[in-house]
């Protein structure tokens, strides 16, 4: 049936479509994302209001219909945001002050190029997925460290320095547990990683049993990685202001936010996807319709994640800056390292049951 | 032109510019943006080539980590750019040797025809289902294991020598031992103390 629908703007565009068809496929891709990140910020202050025997957001509402009481407030965030005034401060780099913001969205938005939603719901299916995220994660780091450079603040200089000696590091862990990923699903391309994880016993053939040191390390350097509380030490409001981003005003400050939830959003759908079976159902596949594969399910385990993110932003103190960098390379590094001998060792003896051939 | 030649074309000139940058520029941080840059899109360049893992590497290896770390200590340098400039003549011998031998070197690169390299076979376009990745690691962890052991044998060599060279022991540091930290007692740093109340004496 697509096939027929899509014949008419196909034989319009002629050799343009193909560049038209994957940017309508990206738009189809980015702006639920971006209406899941303005959500993911009330879902956040209500989750957090909850913790702490408050209500939340719950005064902007559409049409004066008051049961939505709340829902309309990242709309008001944004539209606030929006029509603010854009400050650079003296002596600042315009150009790269401007730039700062989008170098640390651009990595967060390419990387759901390469993330599967379902076995065939996939921008691009390359060969070296995993490669490709490590990359792009990767490239974060670059919006923060220019953002503290061009502000020609010593506040948001001192964020950008911390930030960057923190991701680097925890990078490294990142890095490692990803490995064990790939050992055992032998393959780069996530939804292979999923394929491998499908198995007779539900959730227990996922690969957060075997490789659960490495599931840990990996959704804590995830934290760390998105600069979220309790490593937030970047912007560490009661220390230097708000870090990396004191200098920011308006849509530049916003381009910012978004760019931390949509990284929040990519790292949670990661740790479903390579940890948690991706689409697969937690039950037996004998149990009808909720023992089937589904987007559900996806949707459902990220948002258990980042969900998770958010308990984590309202109970723990902050760390102290030494203790994240020990926690970094005392801590994680031995630990994936040593998984990864002991799952290379485990791997090549019968005890290894996660392989469903 | 094909679509393509187009990109090819697109990145060669953006790394040419951004190398040529990298050494024109007058900021330090504006030459190693630079060189990011030039890095990305000689990165591009490579996955084009079918070269996708060696493009990734570039990327996470020098982009993500190296260039990170050199952009941290460049913007923390206070450079007098007046200063810098005072040794050009000193230097200009040695710079014009090294300058020359990469002229030659590109020239061999560039008139290949002339010296032959056109007579070089053409490599085989791969074949469906290829996985660079997969090839590179098989390679590495059969044919070439033993160079390969031997490099990474070397370069833990070089980390353990650079910490050793770097690493000294404040006399007055203040390190605290985190174990000892979390295990301390309630008892350890405060004593109650069980005490009669005291009548007050005089006043209102």
């Known amino acids: 049936?697509?096939?027929?629908?899509?014949?008419?703007?196909?034989?319009?565009?002629?050799?343009?479509?193909?560049?038209?068809?994957?940017?309508?496929?990206?738009?189809?891709?980015?702006?639920?994302?971006?209406?899941?990140?303005?959500?993911?910020?009330?879902?956040?202050?209500?989750?957090?209001?909850?913790?702490?025997?408050?209500?939340?957001?719950?005064?902007?509402?559409?049409?004066?219909?008051?049961?939505?009481?709340?829902?309309?407030?990242?709309?008001?965030?944004?539209?606030?945001?929006?029509?603010?005034?854009?400050?650079v401060p003296t002596g600042a780099n315009r150009f790269l002050f401007v730039l700062a913001p989008i170098m640390a969205i651009?990595?967060?938005?390419?990387?759901?190029?390469?993330?599967?939603?379902?076995?065939?719901?996939?921008?691009?299916?390359?060969?070296?997925?995993?490669?490709?995220?490590?990359?792009?994660?990767?490239?974060?780091?670059?919006?923060?460290?220019?953002?503290?450079w061009a502000s020609n603040s010593k506040y948001a200089f001192l964020g950008a320095m911390r930030s960057a000696a923190q991701i680097v590091s925890y990078e490294i862990a990142m890095g490692f547990a990803l490995v064990g990923v790939l050992m055992a699903a032998q393959s780069l391309n996530l939804g292979e990683i999923v394929k491998a994880q499908q198995g007779g016993a539900g959730m227990f053939s996922w690969f957060w049993i075997p490789l659960f040191p490495l599931f840990l390390t990996y959704l804590i350097s995830g934290v760390a990685e998105t600069n979220r509380a309790p490593f937030d030490v970047a912007e560490g409001e009661s220390e230097i202001v708000a870090g990396f981003h004191v200098e920011y005003s308006g849509m530049t400050f916003a381009v910012f936010f978004l760019a931390e939830y949509a990284n929040m959003i990519l790292i949670s759908m990661l740790t479903a996807i390579l940890f948690l079976g991706g689409w697969l159902s937690p039950f037996p596949a004998s149990w009808g319709i909720l023992g089937a594969p589904s987007f559900g399910w996806l949707l459902l385990k990220a948002f258990l994640v980042v969900s998770s993110f958010l308990w984590f932003r309202a109970t723990f103190p902050r760390y102290r800056y030494d203790q994240i960098m020990r926690l970094g390379w005392k801590v994680f590094i031995p630990v994936t390292l040593v998984w990864i001998v002991v799952l290379g060792a485990w791997m090549q003896t019968p005890l290894w049951i996660w392989w469903n051939s | 032109m094909t679509f393509q030649e187009f990109i090819f074309w697109f990145f060669a000139t953006v790394l040419v510019f951004a190398a040529l940058r990298v050494i024109t520029a007058r900021n330090p941080v504006h030459a190693a943006l630079f060189l990011v840059l030039a890095f990305c899109t000689s990165a591009g360049i490579w996955i084009q080539l079918e070269a996708e893992f060696l493009g990734i590497a570039l990327i996470l290896v020098y982009v993500g980590a190296v260039m990170v770390l050199f952009l941290f200590v460049v913007m923390m340098l206070d450079i007098n750019l007046t200063r810098l400039r005072e040794g050009f003549w000193s230097y200009l011998p040695v710079g014009a040797v090294v300058a020359l031998l990469l002229v030659v070197e590109m020239a061999l690169v560039l008139a290949g025809p002339w010296f032959g390299l056109a007579e070089a076979p053409r490599p085989e376009p791969a074949p469906e289902g290829y996985s660079n990745t997969k090839e590179l690691g098989r390679l590495l962890y059969t044919d070439y294991v033993y160079p390969f052991e031997l490099a990474a044998v070397i370069l833990l060599v070089a980390i353990v020598a650079a910490i050793a060279l770097t690493l000294r022991r404040r006399k007055h540091g203040k390190y605290i031992d985190p174990a000892q930290q979390v295990s301390v007692r309630r008892e350890d740093r405060v004593r109650m103390v069980s005490m009669p109340a005291e009548k007050k004496e005089g006043g209102s």
């Open chain 1, 1 to 87: 049936m697509l096939d027929t629908l899509l014949a008419y703007p196909q034989s319009l565009l002629g050799p343009l479509w193909p560049v038209a068809w994957t940017l309508a496929k990206i738009l189809m891709i980015v702006v639920p994302l971006m209406l899941c990140v303005a959500y993911l910020t009330l879902w956040e202050r209500k989750v957090i209001g909850f913790m702490q025997i408050r209500i939340g957001p719950n005064r902007t509402t559409f049409f004066g219909i008051s049961w939505l009481g709340g829902l309309a407030q990242p709309i008001a965030d944004g539209l606030k945001l929006l029509v603010k005034e854009i400050i």
């Open chain 1, 106 to 148: 651009m990595p967060a938005l390419a990387a759901w190029a390469v993330v599967p939603f379902s076995p065939e719901l996939v921008l691009s299916n390359i060969d070296a997925s995993l490669l490709y995220l490590l990359a792009m994660t990767s490239l974060g780091v670059y919006g923060v460290i220019i953002a503290g």
